[in-house]
């Protein structure tokens, strides 16, 4: 798999993933990092045109390096929720085939501390440069499951003591009114569709982000990032609490 894309590549030789790296003539402080990790651990680097980084990131922005990188480990559904030593934060991707919005949902993942993501094999951004480069590289060290059916990967979860939490604008809870120190795992649809019937009524609870405007829905990004961050509110209160006892 290719990536492209300074901090992406930087992360990935971070993750030990990366198997050989092409770059340009940049030089500054970010690309002399891409030397010295790929140096540091012996991957191979060719120096070649812009021209040859255009074709090979299909006209991303390269910032004048590509690199191929080992398949990642795929995980399962119940490795996920059996994560050790925490309680686990899931994120289930349904149908989300943007591949800017599922690179923006797995940077906010990184940064909330989240156990890891479910995704379909059909109907799911493909885990390629496009993600890589809108994750800001946390697609290297993503722990990600693909699975072929969403619904039994959510009925997976509850099996496993996981409340399955469905995002949807028409719901009737909020999303506040939901104990996320329990181990749980957001469920995210599609944009402009939402939850798949099947995947919404599965969910044990689905619930809303009110919306004070005179827009009717946020990007799932976005959303994704507001209600992981009160997840992570409620999980910081908790531990603070529990240390002053």
């Not at 990790?37 to 980084?53: F, K, Y």
């Not at 827009?215 to 507001?226: E, F, M, P, T, Y």
Request: hydrophobic letters at 45%.
């Amino acid at each position: 798999m290719l990536i492209y894309g300074l901090n992406p590549v930087i992360e990935a030789l971070r993750a030990k993933r990366v198997t050989r790296v092409r770059v340009s003539a940049r030089q500054d402080k970010r690309m002399d990092e891409v030397l010295a990790l790929a140096g540091a651990q012996r991957v191979p680097v060719e120096r070649v045109d812009a021209q040859t980084l255009d074709r090979a990131a299909r006209g991303g922005v390269h910032q004048g390096v590509v690199a191929e990188i080992e398949a990642a480990r795929d995980y399962d559904v119940t490795e996920l929720a059996a994560a050790a030593g925490a309680t686990p934060l899931i994120v289930v991707l349904d149908g989300i085939e943007d591949p800017h919005n599922v690179g923006a949902i797995l940077r906010t993942c990184d940064a909330a501390a989240a156990t890891g993501v479910i995704r379909q094999t059909r109907h799911s951004a493909a885990l390629d440069g496009v993600v890589g480069k809108a994750s800001a590289g946390a697609l290297a060290s993503a722990r990600i499951a693909t699975v072929v059916n969403i619904a039994r990967a959510v009925e997976a979860l509850k099996s496993a003591n996981v409340w399955t939490i469905g995002l949807a604008g028409d719901a009737g809870e909020a999303y506040t009114d939901v104990d996320w120190t329990l181990p749980s795992a957001l469920v995210l649809g599609a944009e402009g569709t939402g939850l798949r019937r099947l995947v919404r009524d599965t969910c044990d609870r689905v619930v809303r982000i009110p919306m004070l405007g005179t827009v009717d829905s946020l990007n799932v990004s976005v959303a994704a990032g507001v209600v992981l961050y009160e997840a992570v509110r409620q999980r910081k209160k908790q531990t603070m609490a529990n240390a002053r006892c």
